[in-house]
Nanobody, 123 residues
Framework: QVQLVESGGGLVQAGGSLRLSCAAS????????MGWFRQAPGKEREFVSG????????DYADSVKGRFTISRDNAKNTVYLEMNSLKPEDTAVYYC????????????????WGQGTQVTVSS
């Protein structure tokens, strides 16, 4: 079965950086669109970034453009989210997601989800 395991979350000061990783198993990784979402307390889960199967196309939420970078290593079955210039409003649980469609920027576009990793940005 498809399994997505996130890692790399933690506590960081505003202006700092973190790199999230998501290791995938149980699927042919290069056939899957990969995405990152986040959910802050009391808020809806929201799209952060997505990357196409080959990595040729990336999408970002306006709130993270220029600060976050998504990438993937199909040989390692892993997708990454490099987060720079972090702000307190980036605090959330970050989820990795996967789907066989070509592109997707909303929650219902993705069939498979990880358990999430907490990112906390202190001011």
């Amino acid at each position: 079965q498809v399994q997505l395991v996130e890692s790399g979350g933690g506590l960081v000061q505003a202006g700092g950086s973190l790199r999230l990783s998501c290791a995938a198993s149980g699927l042919t990784f290069s056939n899957y669109l990969m995405g990152w979402f986040r959910q802050a307390p009391g808020k809806e889960r929201e799209f952060v970034s997505g990357i196409s199967r080959s990595g040729a196309r990336t999408d970002y939420a306006d709130s993270v453009k220029g600060r976050f970078t998504i990438s993937r290593d199909n040989a390692k079955n892993t997708v990454y989210l490099e987060m720079n210039s972090l702000k307190p409003e980036d605090t959330a649980v970050y989820y990795c997601a996967a789907d066989r469609r070509q592109y997707g920027i909303i929650r219902s576009d993705y069939a498979y989800w990880g358990q999430g990793t907490q990112v906390t940005v202190s001011s």
